[in-house]
């Protein structure tokens, strides 16, 4: 079966600090990956998404950036970390089958001081 | 307009009770459509897909109305378990891309 991991699941931060998140993902071969944040009491926002190595698609400007070196390995990345960017970041991977369905990992939870 | 529009709540209910969630969304072209649960503080979870026919997986009923955009959950017996943000999700097409639009959520209290 198919197992998507986080980490960390925590982490606070200062402003102007880096940030990088991991995301892996066990059991499929060439899955889509994307990259969530769930501000308080807000909505997911889609903030990149990947078909495959290599293949980042931005869909917020924003000071973050994403990179998937492995087919099953997503990294979420900041070189500049400012208060907006705390919230719950979640990483999630659809398989090419089904019905446009994805499962989503832990997440990570960022508060930026 | 949002994309995926639902009514925030929070919906109250004593355990037992029967509860009905609805969601409209916007693009008529959407293809697909789910209900996520998400527990506090944590990831969302598939509930369940929703098709045209409507299905049903235990106490969970999902309906779905292409003509007037609108997508439906029921909960049946509701149990103090069931307490939790009900994510009406959306699949749109955008150019070669398909992407899952989010509401912002339900949040049912079921109370003992």
């Known amino acids: 079966s198919q197992t998507i991991h986080q980490w960390p699941a925590t982490l606070v931060q200062p402003v102007g600090s880096p940030l990088s998140l991991e995301c892996t993902v066990e059991?499929?071969?060439?899955?889509?990956l994307y990259w969530y944040r769930q501000a308080a009491g807000r909505g997911l926002q889609l903030l990149f998404y990947?078909?495959?190595?290599?293949?980042i698609s931005s869909e917020v400007p924003q000071n973050l950036s994403a990179s998937r070196p492995q087919d099953r390995q997503f990294i979420l990345s900041s070189k500049k970390l400012l208060l907006s960017d705390s919230g719950f970041y979640l990483c999630?991977?659809?398989?090419?089958?089904?019905?446009?369905?994805?499962?989503f990992g832990p997440g990570t939870r960022l508060t930026v001081t | 307009r949002k994309e995926v529009e639902q009514d925030p709540g929070p919906f109250n209910v004593p355990e037992g009770a029967t509860v009905a969630f609805n969601c409209t969304y916007s693009?008529?072209?959407?293809?697909?459509f789910f209900w996520y649960r998400q527990d506090c503080r944590k990831e969302p979870k598939l509930l369940m897909s929703?098709?045209?026919s409507g299905n049903e997986d235990g106490r969970f009923t999902a309906q779905l109305n292409r003509a007037s955009q609108y997508i439906s959950l029921l909960i049946r017996d509701s149990k103090l378990s069931d307490s939790a943000t009900y994510l009406c999700?959306?699949?749109?097409?955008?150019?070669?891309?398909?992407?899952?639009?989010f509401g912002t959520g339900t949040l049912l209290a079921v109370q003992p």
């Open positions: 999630a991977w659809r398989g090419l089958a089904g019905n446009y369905e994805q499962y």
């Open positions: 059991g499929t071969s060439n899955p889509n």
């Open positions: 990947s078909v495959g190595i290599g293949q």
């Open positions: 693009n008529s072209a959407s293809q697909s």
């Open positions: 929703v098709y045209s």
């Open positions: 999700v959306v699949n749109m097409r955008r150019g070669a891309t398909n992407k899952l639009i």
